[in-house]
């Protein structure tokens, strides 16, 4: 198929790349000259006008936006719906908040123009293993998608099948799937990074207990000198849980258990944000979900408000006077 | 009564002042001098020994000791076991572990000793307005102690009587009680402070929300300059959340609203962290509580290794790299 | 002064029977011909419509809605938007989302019109004890309104003072704050309301761990039989955690320690939810108030999906099969 | 290798057979008749004491205890030990408590006997998968023991290579790790277990948030049908939380999404506990790995006394009544 793509970051590009590797043409997009080089060293046609894209592709046009999510995003497929014609579609391909599609399809729809929204992981392992696609939208028209859809799957390689009912969607088994009406892709999505942030935050706290137990000054029986790169590498064998973030964590520790490289300071993107939002909307418990994303924003300042506030009522309550600066005191009692 | 006092820092020091002050005789001692030279001006006899003072006092003897929890209560009791007589009363007013108390209550029974434990709440302002005492014992050693938990009690005051059934325990009314058998007294004592710890994180998650509303980033409909003192203070009369623990918050507010002086450094005792543990024993969910004392670990910590792990696996999935030292970026979703 | 209040439930109601008993005069509206009767029977003139109340009313009016937060409050002060006057003024004192009254306050000054919204905490004991009131709206229009807020405020009571800098405004130690502009008055209420669940998430915590001390069978040194009514009296009395609604525990405590008439149905409004939004919009850690709001959630749910999710994977990779409908096993370990 | 094995449940039982299978001797005991015949038709020589154990074991002796952790496992390792000789091993491979493990290995080294600590991953699965394989104890016995757990190992697969250090432990790729001293081993599994849980409530919280837009009563843009058994299988290709625990959701979702079959009581070992307690013990915050714990404790009881409480002050303060035995309200906000 021919496609247009607007974004050519680290997902976009890769996305065109994957796609032109199996046959598709590829219309790109990025206000960084650089970027469309590269893609067009690739072999793709690369346009310097979101206009100059919708006039090279033929009708109907299919443009797949892959921009970071919220302005940049809206004001795109605010212009482009302003350029398209009736029977074109418009995928929003990056991590934008589901009732913002809710909206933009209803618009599109009013003209005629089909939107479909598509929640990708994969990260930077894309281009080589495939994406997993949530996909919102119209039937008829992700099924006009499929090629592309197909073309960027991971496939089903040698994953141990599930047993599944009779007539179940074969495509969910080589990795993408048509969820629902539009919203419902980056819904699926947005609730998949949540629970990401709950499995690396498990995985996290576990690695600390262990490797808590290696401080010099705790007595025999107490102190253990765990291997934690050896740890998490005998986990991938057999172990409940083994997954592909204990593959990380393998791969990370065994560069240096110690973690020196790394800051400490851990950035959120909205989906863990809208996740625990969903979840309060619905009422529905999400005590892990929730830590996880807490621990990301605590992660990232120095002492809090809160805890001078608990200082402050210890000061008034006991008398107990802080330290200021001093270095930490862990596993301390008093 | 006449009481021998062990202990005489900031808690044992003003219980002995109290006694006295109402007619009680105390013979007292710290191994610090100038902590028995002052109790001795304030009228106290002071003994230079454990010995000292088990033959200064009229047996049957009783003997309060004041020490930190651990080790140094362990040992004093042990000796001071070595030492007393059949009926003798060993009282333990220090935030000691609960089964240690069983255990020690068994080892002075078998000697014909009498042991009682005494949780206490108050802090530095039980001089004045005496102790909430939870006491743990046999019924008979307790009743026998009253002229001394009466004195030290805060007494009926004029906080609004509560509808009891017929028949109830009016010392409760008073401000102590007999919980129950050996350990009780410790074990409500140690709820108790889990409690506390979780109010007081409430408030100050309270708090820090509103002073986050204070930023001058934000905009016009988002930020609204609160006063945090005032409505600390406002909150004071008539609202739901009225508390001791919102008069300290008002009280530090009303000195600066920022809490610069204070560290954010938060310390927790023993009392915390064995109130998760009863609560999982008992197979109880203890949400609240276990995160107020996680966010006191949390609080004494630069960056955990936890944290670290987790900007390890998103460098490993989607090439995340974070800053290492940047200031905090507070509310920034990427 | 001269009010109209529209809304004459439990809230409302006792607000105009306050504001007369202090010689306020007040025209009443409710669609509930009993209520109105009722308050008209108090002193108050009841109207049948809210054009005969705009039209009862000398200008420039004032009018206190005082409805559930959301469709009928929205709808109410819609339509008196449309019949008002310039200079006119309209109190929403129910539990608003605090972005609504920012929308609202911009239409209403677009027409010369002025909004205040009152977040008002005190319950059923209001008419009695005063409202603790926190007020967002113009200064201008709140400082007129002084008579009503002075009134209906608890006022100093003998709550002992802060030490507050000089200069502190005086109302604020009435139990009434001017918290900025339109939105922060429901702002600072719903946090409030968030840290409310956060206390009695913390009280309901460590209540349960000592009830569960009491099982017989638990070995001696296990079980205590502790008297949680009574310990919630005696830590009204000088305790740490003493509060309002530790007050409210020893009450309903002392009818009956196994709280056999209490449903476990814990419903929840609008503001505890709404904390969290907040605090994830500012990225402030908030696990206390979260967890005491999906304790909540969970509250009203028989068995979740989610921990049918738990047993499925369990019985996948153990072949543990779980016990349906078995009485609960409560503390057992397997 | 010649080695004795008691405790023939699903583990043990698999556990001999897997040593059989590649070429192992093993006499078997278990107070089961049943238990002991089915492995002796496998091949195994079944005894029918512990002292015929040892009597028909050549020294040095191993023996592998596979028995639920606890008194049992206590008291069999403690009749062992008055049984065997100098030189002889004993092997708990049970959810043994590591503290438990310290204290048993150092009254064997007293003996002249070799305690040896097996923390065993793999579930029913590990006959044909093999099981992951966590070994607390001295090196030489670990060393001696190498073909006894290189059988049970899965074995290198054709899991991905980790780049590790030059030098790192080649037994570490096949699915076993000698960890560190006497305890060491069953600490590694208790931490794995309590990462497990974390992992597996992170994963149910996900679904039920995703299941929950399937209700019927939900506007449309809010609905969204999803196809959760689908969306499991379509995230084990190529996404970020692709894992075992994943693949068994898919698994048992595929029948049937409602989890009609499931009970949702879930109950929890050991280790989820003593994993939080070692948290504590280090002040490590360990949010995701408690509230998972909670989730299960919760799920085991119809409502907590907690909840009570909460309706109890509720009462107290806003007169709030609420429903006994109500069909659950999900959703709703008051």
Known sequence: MQIGLIGLGRMGGNIARRLMLDGHQCVVYDNNADARAALAKDGATAVTSLAAMVEALPTPRTIWVMLPAGEITENTIGQLTEMLSKGDIVIDGGNTFYKDDVRRSKVLEQKGMHYVDVGTSGGVWGLQRGYCMMIGGDKATVD????????????????????RPAGADPRVENGYMHTGPA?????????????????????????????????PQLPDGERFDLNVADIAEVWRRGSVVSSWLLDLCASALAKGPELDNYSGYV??????RWTIAAAIEEAVPAEVLSSALYARFRSRQEHTYAERLLSAMRMGFGGHIEGRGQPPKQGEAS
């Not at 073309?151 to 141990?160: E, N, R």
């Not at 949540?194 to 490797?211: C, H, K, P, T, V």
């Open 144 to 163: 006009y998608l499929d090629p592309i859809f197909a073309t960027l799957a991971p496939g089903a390689g040698d994953i141990p099948r599930t047993e």
């Open 183 to 215: 919203g419902s892709g980056h819904f699926t999505k947005m609730v998949h990074n949540g629970i990401e942030y709950g499995l690396m935050q498990a995985f996290a706290e576990g690695f600390d207990i262990m490797r808590n137990r290696n401080q």
């Open 267 to 272: 950035d959120d993107s909205g989906e863990g």
